[in-house]
């Protein structure tokens, strides 16, 4: 499974962001669909998770209400609404692909990766 995340750009406080993940090789229906972000200097951290039924969706506290996951089919690209976004938002996010559910919080559960891609929070 080859992912590839898209949709980062230079923002402004309090504006949005849409990212997409999308998959090629494999199907993603049957894995849950995380985001994390990495700032310089900083641990990878979780963001957003949606299960591969999509009916579950997790986020980390610090973004709740703001940032929604979604995915419309299992052939479709998974989806971060990300609306009134902080400087302190700003890192590289990546999606991954998760078949087990064992800890979907934990970058080291994950077994496929994307790029990344650049958001950057700034007046």
């Known amino acids: 499974v080859q992912l590839q995340a898209s949709g980062g750009g230079l923002v402004q406080p309090g504006g949005s962001l849409r990212l997409s993940c999308v998959a090629s090789g494999r199907a993603l229906s049957a894995y849950n669909m995380g985001w994390f972000r990495q700032a310089p200097g900083k641990e990878r951290e979780f963001v957003a998770v949606?299960?591969?039924?999509?009916?579950?969706?997790y986020y980390a506290d610090f973004v709740k209400g703001r940032f929604t996951v979604s995915r419309d089919n299992a052939k479709s690209p998974v989806y971060l609404q990300m609306n009134s976004l902080r400087p302190e938002d700003t890192a590289i996010y990546y999606c991954a692909a998760d078949r087990f559910g064992i800890s979907l919080r934990t970058p080291g559960s994950y077994e496929y990766w994307g790029q990344g891609t650049q958001v950057t929070v700034s007046s």
């Open positions: 949606i299960k591969w039924s999509g009916g579950t969706e």
